[in-house]
C-alpha cells in the first residue's frame, strides 16, 4: 500500500520486469509485465466466494468462506459448499443456506445475493470453470468490494466466446501455448527433456506418470484430441520439435478415439537424442487412419553440404507400436518408415514403451 505517487514509483520499479515467485508461481517464478493499481480500501472483513466445478459431486458448486484473504489455502475448514444445478440456478433455498451458515446480516443479504446470482449467471453464461473473487471485502461503512478477482474459461468453449478470447494478450512465456490452442491442441509445458504427443487427456496424464515412475522427466502435456488428424499431428511434432530442451520424443497415439484403419489399438513413437541441425520429422495421415500413417521424412529443412553431419547424432529416433484389431498396422507402415532413414523405434506395449524412450534420451 502506497499513499503518494512517488511511493507508487518506487514500488511499481522494483516489480516491472522482475520476477514474482508465489506459492501459485513456477519455481523460478513469473515476469512482472503489468501491475493492477486500485485506490485504498479500509477493511473491516475479508470473505472468499468463487464459483467452479466439484468433480466428485458432478455438480457446480458456491464456495463462501468467511476467511478470505492471501491465506485462503490454509483455511479449507472455513469453507462452506453449496452445491447448484446449472439449469436451476440461484434459488431461495440455496441463499437461505448462504445466510444461516455465513451469518449475514439483513443489510447485507441482498448484496450477497446479488453477487452470488451475478457469478452463477457468468459461470454458466460465459463457459467458466472457476470465478473467484477473494477478499470480497466488507468496508467499515457497510460496502462490499471486490479487491481482487480470478476468471478461468474452459478452452473447450472457445468457439462460444470468441469475444471474450479476442481480448488475450499472448506472453513470450505462453507462446508455445497459445499457438497450439489456434490449432486445437492443449499445451502446458513442463520442466523435462522428453516429448510427448498423445490423443487424449487421460492417456496424456498416465504418460506423463509413466515417464516419472520410471525416472524420466516429461517436457510437456500435449493432448492433440479425440479428433486426431494429420495436419494436427505435424503441427504438435514441430511444436516439440522447435522446443530446444527436448531431446526425446514420444508418440502415443490410441486409435479407439481416432480413425486407425481399424479397430482400437495404441500407437507410440519414440524420438531420441538427435543433433539440433538437422531435424527428422514424423507425420501420419489421418485421411484414411492413422493406421495407414505415411511417414514423411523432413529433411527439406535440414541444413545441407558441410552443415550436416552424419551419424546417429542426426537423427531423433522414434518408436511407435504400430498395431490395430482390423489390420497389420505396424506391418504397413514400419518399412516406410525404414526407408525414411529415421532413426525410429516401435513398441506395443505401454510401459516398455517408457522405460525405452528414457533408454533413449539423456538424463536431464
Request: charged share 25%.
Amino acid at each position: 500500500m502506497v499513499t503518494s505517487p512517488g511511493e507508487a514509483f518506487e514500488n511499481a520499479s522494483k516489480m516491472l520486469g522482475h520476477y514474482l515467485t508465489t506459492k501459485q508461481t513456477p519455481p523460478n517464478g513469473l515476469l512482472v509485465k503489468k501491475l493492477y493499481i486500485y485506490k485504498a480500501e479500509d477493511v473491516a472483513h475479508e470473505y472468499y466466494v468463487a464459483v467452479t466445478f466439484d468433480r466428485q459431486q458432478s455438480s457446480p458448486v458456491l464456495l463462501i468462506s468467511g476467511e478470505g484473504g492471501v491465506n485462503v489455502e490454509f483455511k479449507a475448514d472455513q469453507l462452506h459448499r453449496f452445491w447448484f444445478s446449472p439449469s436451476r440456478g440461484v434459488t431461495p433455498d440455496l441463499l437461505a443456506a448462504v445466510r444461516s451458515r455465513l451469518l449475514f446480516s439483513t443489510a447485507e443479504m441482498p448484496i450477497i445475493e446479488r453477487v452470488i446470482q451475478q457469478l452463477v449467471k457468468l459461470f454458466v453464461e460465459k463457459d467458466a470453470i472457476l470465478l473467484e473473487l477473494n477478499p470480497l471485502a466488507l468496508t467499515p461503512d457497510g460496502r462490499f468490494v471486490c479487491l481482487d478477482a480470478k476468471f478461468d474459461l474452459d478452452d473447450a468453449a472457445r468457439f462460444r466466446q470468441q469475444g471474450l478470447y479476442s481480448l488475450e494478450e499472448p506472453t513470450p512465456d505462453l507462446a508455445e501455448e497459445y499457438e497450439a490452442s489456434r490449432h486445437g491442441l492443449v499445451y502446458i509445458r513442463l520442466d523435462g527433456n522428453i516429448g510427448n504427443v498423445v490423443n487424449g487427456a487421460g492417456l496424456a496424464m498416465a504418460t506423463n506418470d509413466l515417464i516419472n515412475l520410471h525416472g524420466g522427466k516429461s517436457a510437456n502435456f500435449l493432448d492433440i484430441g479425440g479428433k486426431a488428424t494429420g495436419e494436427t499431428l505435424r503441427q504438435a511434432v514441430e511444436m516439440l520439435n522447435r522446443d530446444p530442451h527436448v531431446q526425446g520424443m514420444w508418440i502415443n497415439i490410441f486409435g479407439g478415439t481416432c480413425p486407425a484403419g481399424g479397430g482400437p489399438s495404441r500407437r507410440n513413437a519414440h524420438f531420441g537424442p538427435r543433433d539440433r541441425a538437422v531435424r527428422h520429422d514424423c507425420s501420419v495421415d489421418c485421411r484414411r487412419g492413422i493406421g495407414h500413417g505415411r511417414v514423411q521424412d523432413a529433411r527439406r529443412r535440414a541444413p545441407t553440404g558441410n552443415q550436416q553431419r552424419r551419424g546417429p547424432a542426426n537423427r531423433m529416433p522414434l518408436r511407435p507400436p504400430l498395431e490395430t484389431t482390423g489390420d497389420n498396422g505396424l506391418t504397413l507402415v514400419v518399412p516406410q518408415i525404414q526407408k525414411s532413414g529415421m532413426d525410429l523405434h516401435t513398441e506395443s506395449d505401454f510401459e516398455l514403451a517408457a522405460e525405452r524412450i528414457i533408454e533413449l534420451t539423456p538424463r536431464c
